[in-house]
Nanobody, 123 residues
Framework: QLQASGGGLVQAGGSLRLSCAAS????????MGWFRQAPGKEREFIAT????????YYADSVKGRFTISRDNRQNMVYLQMNSLKPEDTAVYYC??????????????????WGQGTLVTVSS
């Protein structure tokens, strides 16, 4: 199971840190990702990280503003979001790959999803 938290209301230019707690063994062997879905839009890839945390990849829309990280001892994944914009408003989901420790930008590769946490950025 995945449990995302840390969403909320923030002004444009502000920061938030999302957390995702994972239960179960072998967390450290899987690639993880963050996605988001804005009202009326399809789910969008945001960031992904490999099993060790040494490799990451970001969507162009958040590159340089968001940072994904993980703590395998605590079974946690984080998304630090800086310089937030109103267009970042969405429900944010963490996800775990069904198999494999590499990162992936495709939602088809992820079999386990958290419940989502809402981020609202006001202008």
């Amino acid at each position: 199971q995945l449990q995302a938290s840390g969403g909320g209301l923030v002004q444009a230019g502000g920061s938030l840190r999302l957390s995702c707690a994972a239960s179960g063994r072998a967390f450290s062997t899987y690639g993880m990702g963050w996605f988001r879905q804005a009202p009326g839009k399809e789910r969008e890839f945001i960031a992904t990280i490999n099993w060790s945390g040494q490799s990451t990849y970001y969507a162009d829309s958040v590159k340089g503003r968001f940072t994904i990280s993980r703590d395998n001892r605590q079974n946690m994944v984080y998304l630090q979001m800086n310089s937030l914009k109103p267009e970042d408003t969405a429900v944010y989901y963490c996800a775990r790959r069904g198999s494999g420790g590499a990162y992936s930008i495709s939602h088809y590769e992820y079999n386990y999803w958290g419940q989502g946490t809402l981020v609202t950025v006001s202008s």
